[in-house]
């Protein structure tokens, strides 16, 4: 077996490699390849990507590595469990703009204004099935469907977007009634109504096209689930304070910034990896 590579991605396509496999956090987790347990045999598709790092293969045993994800997911554990972003309140890392930004993102959770009651509900149950966070009281938790919707109220864009898919106020409704379609077509009644493996099955059906594109009203479902609905779930989700401390990430440091920029070098004032990031965690059946 050819050994890893854990250098950075040098794509030249931004701070996080989606195509990559991901270093720290939730994501990192979600690679069944690092999970335990039997060697699983499988046909591959060589990687088509132009980087200088290996890259996962594909399986066509995708059920079981789903499976085996979600449940490493739900036992996510932070490589900084001591970390804590908002230590740096009073350093250099942190100026008074610095800190009413941070503030104004732990404290403000929006109101609803863009979404039905209904859509609402829905986003919530689909960002707890793509992000979920069961280690953090509804008091805590990333209100991942409040934010979204306000950037929706606001028309706030990112710019650009995949050619197969419409301006995000038209895609979001649209996405959110076809998921709703394809769960009651898959099992015979609403996503909201579905338990959690069900949930995972429509989503992993859109995400490989195997739905019925009448649902879709003119958008690409796979297009939409990993174009729209994922990268928005994530850059959401790691725009918020509270995501920061697991994947050790010190906020914007202004006015400090970052000196140590290369491969394994850190500032001191960074946090501290307790243990290698990709290693996997003991999934023995007896632990609760």
Known sequence: M???NDGPCRRRHGPACLRCQPQHGRLLQLDAES???PARRSTTEPCRHRHDRPCR?????????????????????????????????DT???????????AHRLEHVP???FLDEAQYALLRAVMDTVLPQPERSEADRIPLEALLDEKLAMNLTDGTRHKDVLTQ???WPRGLAAIDAEAHAMHGRGFLSLSADERHSV?????????????WKGLVPKSFFRHVL???AVKIYYSHPAAWNEIGFGGPAAPRGYLRLGPDMRDPWEAEEKRRPQEAEDLSEDET
């Not at 594909?58 to 908002?86: C, Q």
């Not at 989503?203 to 649902?215: K, M, N, P, Q, S």
């Open 2 to 4: 050819a050994r890893r």
């Open 35 to 37: 999970l335990p347990g």
């Open 57 to 89: 293969t594909r399986s066509r045993d995708t059920g079981e590595r789903t499976r085996m994800s979600r449940e490493h997911l739900k036992r996510f554990r932070t490589p900084y469990p001591d970390y804590n972003v908002l230590a740096k309140w």
């Open 92 to 102: 250099p890392s942190f100026d008074d703009v610095t800190r009413r930004v941070i």
């Open 111 to 113: 109101k609803r204004r």
């Open 169 to 171: 106020r038209e895609a």
């Open 203 to 215: 989503l992993e059906a859109i995400d490989t096209g195997r739905v019925d594109g009448e649902h």
């Open 230 to 232: 994922l990268k928005q």
